[in-house]
């Protein structure tokens, strides 16, 4: 038993899907989960994520005093009202983690709220996710062999960071780490860029008049390609406003490869077009041949 | 028996998938296969896609003369060379359709090369592929419940049209048509932009000199959206400039709304891009459960 007491703040597929790692391996003792409608709390209950459970409009911040880690899993844009709710009531020994998309802008509301609570956050990021949401939607092996990035601070605890590692290799992932303006960097270009430019693809076609003949026509191409525009307009609001700066930097870049494709269409240049095509083909059976070991599909 | 004998030109995952296709059905007598290496000849050969085969180096155009249908399944800039070479050697009954994904090109080279025989031939578009490619990679299943699109000409002879629908219909396929400049726009839409896209976004992160660190940290969002970049290059280079027109103005079209989405998130207009995120989500949301009967995964 690695964690007596979970207090899961957001009991969605992310945190829920944590809890029920846990509790598959064995890792946890008690799971308290606290979340803005009951509906969805108790949907965890009856599925066994949480044992316990809190509305965010009930008194909830004494469930931090005993918790050996509390794990903040709802959106992005709710962590500056937790981080001040909790700053009092963490206990001594209580390790704060995350699950955040973007790491600058919540280390700042940490660094804004937490005060001398600050070495017990350790500012995390899993990367896993399917495009549905809620408690409904946790499943225990969500994390297999996923990564998780910690982005800790010169102050992080390192009682802190090992505790919070130990509670993610406990739901089968790999921990690793990354400098925060680094993560957000990086994750512009792999997922909040991608995303961003599903979404306009989708919305410029359902904008159409006649668009209905297009969607018709749509096949499995379409389908994968925009599979992550399903997704919640909610979150991925926020991550686009959190990691603005670097997200803006990536729309700009793209855009200048696009306006360079384009180029080389319009003037008919066969022989650069199928070239940066085989650049892209090559270096994506390379990255799938190295994607090791495979990857459970999404639920 | 539909077809007593069928000439498959380019006996790959396309053309080869067709054929094992009908043959499964009992819907064929004999295929003839036609294609520019032995090597993948004989591939189809030993994996019972083709019963003959001959290297478009020695001569074939004979095998025409007494084809109930002849498949045109190359690249698409093979196709005038095909037609000038097939021209003269059509038998009086034969029907000649095409696989290409573009079809205003294509029945331009027809009417240049075709000449008396221009109604024989049924422009089509079989709605399906995988990013594998080569007889290797032929499986008849192929085009369960998928799309395949006429556009028919004025001059297109009605027998020769239910001859290639029947064909289609025994490969398990749905059979629909569109004008030709009709089927170009929609699939510039659809297909060929995402493509586009996403050639672009996987060549410009593979320019960078610290492409592996982006990389290791794309996951399921990324495989998705990025799958078809893992496409043929030279294929899509060929649609690429078959489809120029329609396909730049799909590029500017969304060029412009990209931009629209970089001013809200540069502005901060949370509600704006949340608002633009859930039209394209719920779009997306819809289509997926319009999309009946369930089509079978991409092998």
């Given at each position: 038993m690695q964690i007596r007491k979970l207090l899961v703040v957001g009991v969605g597929l992310i945190g829920g899907s944590c809890a029920l790692a846990l509790k598959r391996a064995a890792a946890v003792g008690e799971v308290v989960g606290v979340g803005r409608t009951r509906t969805n709390l108790d949907t965890a209950r009856s599925r066994g994520v949480v044992d316990r459970s809190l509305t965010l409009d009930s008194p909830w911040t004494h469930e931090a005093a005993d918790a050996d880690v509390v794990l903040l899993a709802t959106p992005v844009a709710q962590f500056p009202a937790l981080f001040a709710a909790l700053a009092q009531h963490l206990g001594r020994d209580t390790a704060m983690t995350d699950a955040g998309s973007t790491k600058q802008d919540v280390i700042a509301a940490a660094r804004e709220a937490l005060g001398?609570?600050?070495?017990?956050f350790v500012p995390g990021h899993p990367i896993a996710g399917t495009e549905h949401a809620g408690?409904?939607?946790?499943?225990?092996?969500?994390?297999?062999?996923r990564n998780v990035i910690l982005t800790p601070l010169?102050?992080?605890?390192p009682q802190a960071i090992a505790r919070v590692t130990a509670m993610w290799k406990a739901c089968g992932a790999r921990v690793g780490t990354l400098a925060p303006d680094r993560h957000d960097a990086v994750f512009a270009a792999v997922s909040h860029l991608p995303h961003v430019l599903a979404f306009t693809l989708v919305a410029e076609l359902a904008a159409r008049p006649d668009a209905a003949a297009y969607f018709d026509h749509a096949a499995s191409g379409f389908r994968d390609f925009t599979r992550?525009?399903?997704?919640?307009p909610e979150m991925w609001r926020d991550i686009a406003l959190a990691n603005r700066e670097a997200l803006l930097a990536e729309i700009d870049g793209y855009c200048d490869a696009l306006a360079a494709a384009r180029t080389l269409i319009s003037e008919g240049d066969g022989e650069a077009l199928a070239e940066m095509f085989a650049q892209a083909s090559d270096a994506r059976r390379a990255w799938e041949a190295r994607r090791a070991p495979p990857v459970p599909e999404d639920k």
């Amino acid at each position: 038993m690695q964690i007596r007491k979970l207090l899961v703040v957001g009991v969605g597929l992310i945190g829920g899907s944590c809890a029920l790692a846990l509790k598959r391996a064995a890792a946890v003792g008690e799971v308290v989960g606290v979340g803005r409608t009951r509906t969805n709390l108790d949907t965890a209950r009856s599925r066994g994520v949480v044992d316990r459970s809190l509305t965010l409009d009930s008194p909830w911040t004494h469930e931090a005093a005993d918790a050996d880690v509390v794990l903040l899993a709802t959106p992005v844009a709710q962590f500056p009202a937790l981080f001040a709710a909790l700053a009092q009531h963490l206990g001594r020994d209580t390790a704060m983690t995350d699950a955040g998309s973007t790491k600058q802008d919540v280390i700042a509301a940490a660094r804004e709220a937490l005060g001398a609570r600050l070495p017990s956050f350790v500012p995390g990021h899993p990367i896993a996710g399917t495009e549905h949401a809620g408690a409904a939607a946790a499943f225990p092996s969500l994390y297999e062999n996923r990564n998780v990035i910690l982005t800790p601070l010169p102050e992080t605890s390192p009682q802190a960071i090992a505790r919070v590692t130990a509670m993610w290799k406990a739901c089968g992932a790999r921990v690793g780490t990354l400098a925060p303006d680094r993560h957000d960097a990086v994750f512009a270009a792999v997922s909040h860029l991608p995303h961003v430019l599903a979404f306009t693809l989708v919305a410029e076609l359902a904008a159409r008049p006649d668009a209905a003949a297009y969607f018709d026509h749509a096949a499995s191409g379409f389908r994968d390609f925009t599979r992550i525009a399903g997704s919640s307009p909610e979150m991925w609001r926020d991550i686009a406003l959190a990691n603005r700066e670097a997200l803006l930097a990536e729309i700009d870049g793209y855009c200048d490869a696009l306006a360079a494709a384009r180029t080389l269409i319009s003037e008919g240049d066969g022989e650069a077009l199928a070239e940066m095509f085989a650049q892209a083909s090559d270096a994506r059976r390379a990255w799938e041949a190295r994607r090791a070991p495979p990857v459970p599909e999404d639920k």
